[in-house]
């Protein structure tokens, strides 16, 4: 029996790619989305939203059942499958997962970035041993403790704050001398008693036996070195573009790995179409996630007839 050929793919169930997923099944397009981990992507690691418009403040992972449910009432399938290969086939594409292959006319591509990593000496030991990348997630093992909090925009002060909650001190490190969080953040953050900011500072090694017991920090200006006793590290400094894929498709991607995509969120393979924070416009948020996601759909459903 000849395999489903779907209308669209959509790879990655993060706010772009479940927008994209309501908006094209609204247009009746046969539609399917796969996703690697976790369905709502970074929203389920943030526990307040705050920014986006109709709701006063929610938690991501609330947001993200909600956004999830709305897309499976229109009957979409969301299927927790790793997409591992995408390849062109005559008109249309062949999505390759862990588990199998599935055709498409049109592709949306919305796999979000991944947090990256410090690249320092003892990260990769203590992962899940006093290394974290998700507040959400392991704040509370950090109750009483002295923690790290690496890096200066929004993620890092909410993370602090979220932390701070559990913790008895956190002391966020910086490398330079000014924060990018939003004002409003900054002025929580300041205002907390537990949280310590440390400028200018970036950490070269994260030392312990079986747990983390301390960081070496390094001055950005003069180069001096300090042990500083800690407990654990929340890395906060942004995000690698889960591009990949594309890259190996041949879309063409910015000179920090972004995909570019023109105003209809169109790369420069016909059918292949991208959206949210994996493409290369410059704010990385909800809101914009979810407007790429829409614009993406409405692109695809044009370019298949629907
Ligand atoms: C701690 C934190 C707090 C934040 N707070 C806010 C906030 O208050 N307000 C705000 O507007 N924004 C906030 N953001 C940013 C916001 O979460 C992102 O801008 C938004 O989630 C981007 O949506 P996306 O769908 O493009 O990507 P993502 O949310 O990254 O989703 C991409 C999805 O694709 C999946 N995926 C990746 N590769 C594959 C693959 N090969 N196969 C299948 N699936 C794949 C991933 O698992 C992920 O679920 C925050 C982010 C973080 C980390």
């Not at 939203?49 to 991501?60: C, Q």
């Not at 001190?169 to 330079?176: A, D, F, G, Q, S």
């Not at 991607?253 to 169109?266: F, I, L, N, P």
Request: with cysteine; aromatic share 6%; hydrophobic share 45%.
């Amino acid at each position: 029996m000849a395999s489903v050929v779907y209308d669209i793919i959509i790879v990655g169930a993060g706010p772009a790619g479940l927008t994209a997923a309501i908006y094209a099944a609204r247009r009746k397009a046969r539609v399917v989305v796969f996703e690697a981990e976790t369905v709502g992507g970074q929203i389920t690691k943030t526990p307040l939203i705050e920014n986006y418009p109709g709701v006063l403040n929610i938690s991501g992972s609330e947001l993200a059942k909600k956004m999830q449910e709305q897309v499976r009432a229109l009957g979409v399938e969301i299927k927790i499958e790793r997409a591992v290969d995408i390849w062109k086939e005559g008109e249309g594409f062949v999505v390759k997962t862990e588990r199998a292959s599935y055709h498409s006319k049109a592709v949306i591509l919305a796999t979000g970035v991944q947090s990256k990593r410090l690249d320092v000496q003892g990260e990769e030991k203590f992962i899940g041993r006093g290394v974290s990348y998700c507040a959400i997630c392991d704040a509370p093992l950090f109750a009483n403790k002295t923690v790290v909090v690496v890096g200066g925009g929004d993620s890092a002060a909410k993370t602090a704050l979220l932390v701070a909650d559990y913790a008895n001190k956190v002391i966020l490190i910086h490398r330079r001398d000014a924060l990018r969080a939003e004002p409003l953040l900054q002025d929580r953050l300041f205002a907390n008693k537990k949280v310590q900011v440390i400028w200018n500072k970036v950490v070269e090694a994260i030392k312990g036996e079986n747990l983390v017991e301390g960081v070496t920090l390094r001055d950005t200006k003069t180069n001096e070195k300090i042990d500083l006793p800690v407990g654990g590290i929340f890395v906060e400094v942004g995000g690698i573009p889960a591009a990949v894929l594309a890259r190996k498709l041949g879309i063409e991607t910015s000179e920090k790995g972004y995909v570019k995509v023109d105003k209809h969120q169109r790369t420069n393979v016909n059918g292949f179409f991208a959206a949210g924070d994996v493409t290369d416009f410059p704010l990385r948020q909800v809101s914009t996630a979810v407007g790429e996601g829409a614009t993406a759909a409405i692109s695809a459903c044009e370019y298949i007839g629907k």
